[in-house]
């Protein structure tokens, strides 16, 4: 649900636009300041969700036979550290399959433990 708050943003900005362009700036003068309220706050809300959360980004090689098994293990050794795969993305290049994962990872977990847990998968060539 990447830029789901742009989105948001940009229907409420263009709304406020029409609001103001019509003539009712009461309503567009509240609705503005509730919208950076909202925006305020939930800020606040998610720093204070996620302050024990640092977000990282690793990029694997993992061999293109029975790569979909092997990334299921990689997502399973995620999982047992306790992380949340935000974004996966992947491509295939002759043999290898390169895929890169953004995350989230408690700060108490050491990051590289993570990726020796990963690169001990068979098929794994780099873990970067």
Known sequence: MRGLTTAA????VGCI??????????GGIMTTLFSLGVLIWFRFLERLLTKNMAYHSITLEVR?????????KIEEVLALYH???????????QDNTYTTLE?????SIPL???KDSIADIEGVSLVA
């Open 9 to 12: 943003c940009l229907w409420s």
């Open 17 to 26: 636009g029409l609001s103001l362009g019509a003539g009712f700036y009461f």
């Open 64 to 72: 293109s036979e029975g790569s979909m098994d092997r990334l299921s």
């Open 83 to 93: 992380s949340k795969v935000i974004r996966k993305q992947s491509i295939v290049v």
């Open 103 to 107: 995350f989230y990872l408690n700060r």
């Open 112 to 114: 590289r433990a993570l």
